[in-house]
């Protein structure tokens, strides 16, 4: 009389099978038998098989030398949004340069505008150079556009010099805001979640900090009229910027 057989899944990429000598137990024969039959599928709690799935991703590994290997998930909306990004950034700050050069003329000669617009410019060019390391990063192409010539001449007959080219800043940090929004939801609408929080955190928390700080330049040039207050207001820059 046959008691019974034993069935155990091991390993899905071995098949054996074990017979023991038969033995008689009171009068019993017990035959013990052991197999396995491969499939993955009896293998329980494997959800990633790294050789089969790799697979697609190979076959999308270009094999051309003009094409980036390292582009992944980044749609050509994205790219070109960043590409206009680092325009805007550009153009930023060129036209803070114009005002280093306008502030700085001996006949002018506000030394703490002059350098909180040259160190202004700096940054934006730095903005720039740094859409251009992530645009390399995800694979994309950085393509250069033109930049406007900016004015040259900052006085307002009514304003003053100082709080005109404050209020042009002032607009232009709020314009530069609004692009960089566009940009964080062209991210978004292509599923771009690195690219949305390189934005979100990298320039659009910044960017609420610049605008509320040339608000308050402003506010301040505006208390302080056309005459002596704005040379105690350059005095302010100067010293802001020898402490830092």
Known sequence: MILGAATTALSPAISFSVKTPSKQLNGSVVVCSASKHASNKALTGVVFEPFEEVKKELMLVPAVPHLSLARHKYSNDSESAINDQINVEYNLSYVYHAMFAYFDRDNVALKGLA???RESSAEEREQAEKFMEYQNKRGGKVKLQSIIMPLSEFDDAE?????????????LQKLTNEKLHHVHKVAVKNNDAQMADFVQNRYLRQQVKVIKRM??????LRRVGKGHGVWHFDEMLLNEGAAA
């Open 215 to 220: 608000s308050e330049y402003v506010a301040q």
């Open 159 to 171: 304003k003053g010099d100082a709080l005109h080219a404050m209020e042009l800043a002032l607009s």
């Open 115 to 117: 350098r909180f617009f």
